[in-house]
Each structure stands twice: as C-alpha cells, then as structure tokens.
C-alpha cells in the first residue's frame, strides 16, 4: 500500500521558520517527482515547489528565495523548509508523489500567526 506521511507543520511567528518532512511507503520514491502543494483558507491549491529525480527544483514565486525542498532517497522521503514565513503561508500543506500516477498524503497544518 502507498503511504505518504506529512509532518512537521504547527504554529510559527512571523519571520519563524519550519521543517516539513513526508515519509512515504510502497513506492520506488527515487522514481518518483516529488512535490509539496498547499491550499490556504479562500484559495485554491497552489503547487509550492517541485523536485524531480534528478534533484531538480522549481518554485512557485510566492516562496523563491524562502523556502528549500530536498530529498533523501536513502530515507525515502522529502523535505520542505521554510523560512522567513508570512501570514499568508498559512495553510495546509501536502505531500505529491507522481510518475504516472499521484499519490497524495493527508496534509499538515501550517500556521503563521503574531
């Protein structure tokens, strides 16, 4: 069975940092483009970054220059870290493995709030 497993997320201040992690299960993970999305309170979901097989990376522009992702083949899961937060970073983040399918996790909170 495929599993994928956020955690990390919580409450920050702004200008705070968090370290996201998604462990994932009954997946080739280095086969895998690996992805965090969220979807804040109003919107729709937004893809945050992206990294690909070869350790690629993109980055919606709302997040460049603030938020890393990486991923560790060796533990079959991938990171998210985010610095400088805002107020509107507040949403719940998701984990995204796809190759010709996706698979999704159930999501974890953020909260960016003085």
């Known amino acids: 069975q495929v599993q994928l497993v956020e955690s990390g997320g919580g409450l920050v201040q702004p200008g705070g940092s968090l370290r996201l992690s998604c462990a994932t299960s009954g997946i080739r993970f280095s086969a895998y483009v690996m992805g965090w999305y969220r979807q804040g309170p109003g919107k729709q979901r937004e893809l945050v970054a992206r990294?690909?097989?070869?350790?690629?990376?993109n980055y919606a522009d709302s997040v460049k220059g603030r938020f890393t992702i990486s991923r560790d083949n060796a533990k079959n899961t991938v990171y998210l870290q985010m610095n400088s937060l805002k107020p509107e970073d507040t949403a719940v983040y998701y984990c995204n493995a796809t190759l010709n399918l996706d698979y999704w996790g159930q999501g974890t909170q953020v909260t960016v709030s003085s």
């Open positions: 990294i690909t097989q070869g350790a690629m990376t």
